[in-house]
């Protein structure tokens, strides 16, 4: 499974962004949970929102509930996170991952895209 994932940028507080994410490869079918994390410099990477790619359950760290959205268009293999209300505190690295589970541990998730920076001022 390849992920890689686009959109991101700079942005002033209170902005939003929507970053993407392009999943390909056999495995990628056998991938039941899709999910963003984030890591910021000198903190360890957190789940930020998941979803099951076969139904409509979708989970939220608590810090983004209200302001984020995870969805998917599988027809395209793609995986969406709309981002509004931005704050400093959400800049960060945003990883797509791909696992067998939504437990939002990153352990789990058996495929990584490369991030993509979101820096909020």
């Known amino acids: 499974v390849q992920l890689v994932e686009s959109g991101g940028g700079s942005v002033q507080a209170g902005g939003s962004l929507r970053i993407s994410c392009v999943a390909s490869?056999?495995?990628?079918?056998?991938?039941?949970?899709m999910a963003w994390f984030r890591q910021a410099p000198g903190k360890n990477r957190e789940a930020v929102a998941a979803l099951y790619t076969g139904g409509d359950s979708t989970f939220y760290v608590d810090s983004v509930k209200g302001r984020f959205t995870i969805s998917q268009d599988n027809a395209k293999n793609m995986l969406y996170l709309q981002m509004n209300g931005l704050k400093p505190e959400d800049t960060a690295v945003y990883y797509c991952?791909?696992?067998?589970?939504?437990?939002?541990?990153?352990?789990?998730?058996?495929?990584w895209g490369h991030g993509t920076q979101v820096t909020v001022s």
């Open positions: 991952a791909a696992g067998p589970y939504c437990t939002l541990n990153p352990d789990d998730f058996h495929y």
């Open positions: 490869g056999d495995g990628v079918y056998g991938s039941s949970c």
